[in-house]
């Protein structure tokens, strides 16, 4: 049985020497300095702080900047070859290694291995095109734009980028940037979320030995201060952040004051408008996978569905059904136990606050048919557990409808008709991911067209385009001008310039014309 706790560990603590610590990462090497500051880093299934981590003090922000603007020219002007052939090495290297850091992202983060593993094969994705960066990277040329004049741009790195990646895809979302930001010739301070922290550090050692120089890839570790060093920074050129709505505002706000380029992804509020043609078999299953999954911690997750009626009393029945059948534990599978479907929640904090919001839809009128609040996990009851939740009548009005909950509450709203459905997306404050489920292509057609929303979904729950498109949202969900990898990757870490070329015949010398030039 669930008891919800009020007493939240705090963020930051004394250095523990009984605990093992993970240094920052900078020029090529952890850090020996004993940390002033460090936060505990949970086995989520368990409950128990394994390890701490190092919160950068100025200094280290400072050291892990220097690092990479020193390494800026020598990597920037290095030969297309060499930076292939790192790219193509860190991609052999990841691919057979994946599962070690898989196992790695399930200590610390709780998703179970084979979600772990999945998430590092999206992040492959983005280094296998990464890879392929001397074709795009190729300028255009004019050949006698005017007479004896030659006009070509050139495609060159911006230099010091800063990655701020958030604690629910701690291997994923960082190689959504750095894989093209370092191909095109680029330096980075990645800032990984100090809930999760170990899997940066692995990627950097494989870096390493992947060859690439010291100083290209480093880790800083921390907390609002790191975050605060890497905006205000005048060697810092650009960011690349995702998370939480209110902190994509904030670092898109505070970046761009201080002249530098951002990306900045937010939150989101996903909705699947179900239409009575539906397969409501397809639809059952999906809505759990993808209201559940990673224990809902994505912000591509399905938090809402909109049924239209008269098929919601059908679906709840075959979505219960369903949720009857998951198993609830440990990500890691061992000798004596299968691993389960759906791991625990990142921290306590996390949880509670989840559970809250559970409360606040009860308050509001909902029916909660599936409470999971009221599970615990055989043998690991100090975890953070709370298990697959299911909501029915849950009023737009309620908070636990307009704010994104972050975890596995999946909520019914019934509607009756397209037309009532599209407008409840359309005037929600996000506009990530949506889903429509139907087996009208002139319906599926409208909807692509009408919805205001970054990424859809047609019968797919979870719409996160394939590397060589790019991923972002709509209206709260990002800001910036720039979405994630694909195209708009290369284009976001490069600057182009033009450059018009005369070589003179000293047979023909112009000479002396004050007039303003014209093309002839």
Known sequence: MFSARTSPHPEEHHVDSALPTIQHWIDGACSTSTPARTSPVFNPALGVATKQVALAEQAEIDAAVAAAKAAFPSWSNASVAKRQGVLFRFRELLNERKLELARIITSEHGKVVSDA?????????????????????????????????????????????????????????????????IAVGNTVVLKPSEKDPS???????????????????????????????????????????????????????????????????????????????????????????????????????????????PVADQLIEKITERIKGLRIGDGTPTDTHAEPDMGPIVSEVHRDKIASYIQIAHDDGADVLVDGREISAEGAEGGFWLGPTLIDNLPTTSRAYTEEIFGPVL??????????????????????????????????????????????????????????????????????????????????????????????????????????????
């Not at 492959?124 to 005017?146: C, Q, R, W, Y």
């Not at 899997?199 to 120089?213: Q, S």
């Not at 990306?263 to 993808?290: E, S, W, Y």
């Open 411 to 520: 909520g019914i709203v019934r509607v009756k008709s397209f037309e009532e459905g599209v407008e409840l997306i359309n005037t929600g404050q996000f506009g990530n991911g949506t889903a429509i489920f139907t087996n009208d292509g002139g319906a599926a057609r409208r909807f692509q067209n009408e919805i205001q929303v970054g990424m859809i979904g047609i019968n797919v729950p979870i719409p996160v385009p394939v590397a060589y498109y790019s991923f972002g949202g709509w209206k709260d969900s990002a800001f910036g001008d720039s979405k994630a990898y694909g195209l708009q990757g290369f284009h976001f870490y490069t600057r182009e310039k033009a450059v018009t070329s005369r070589w003179l015949d000293p047979a023909k010398h112009g000479g002396i014309n004050l007039g303003f030039p014209e093309n002839d």
């Open 117 to 181: 593993a999945g998430e590092i094969q999206r992040g492959l994705e983005v280094v296998e095109l990464a890879t392929g960066f001397p074709h795009i990277m190729k300028g255009d040329f004019t050949e006698n734009a005017s007479t004896g004049v030659d006009v070509f741009s050139i495609k060159q790195a911006l230099g010091v980028v800063g990655i701020i990646s958030p604690f629910n895809f701690p291997a994923m979302v960082p190689m959504w940037f750095f894989p093209i930001a």
């Open 199 to 309: 899997a940066a550090i692995w990627l950097a050692e494989l870096w390493k030995e992947a060859g690439l120089p010291d100083g290209v890839f480093n880790v800083l570790h921390g907390d609002k201060q790191a975050v605060d060093g890497l905006l205000n920074h005048d060697d810092v050129a650009a960011i690349s952040f995702v998370g939480s709505t209110p902190i994509a505002q904030y670092i898109y706000e505070t970046a761009s004051k201080n002249g530098k380029r951002v990306q900045a992804l937010g939150g989101a509020k996903n909705h699947m408008l179900v239409l009575p043609d539906a397969d409501l078999d397809l639809v059952a299953d999906q809505a759990i996978n993808a209201g559940y999954g990673s224990a809902g911690e994505r912000c591509m997750a399905i938090s809402i569905v909109l049924a239209i009626e």
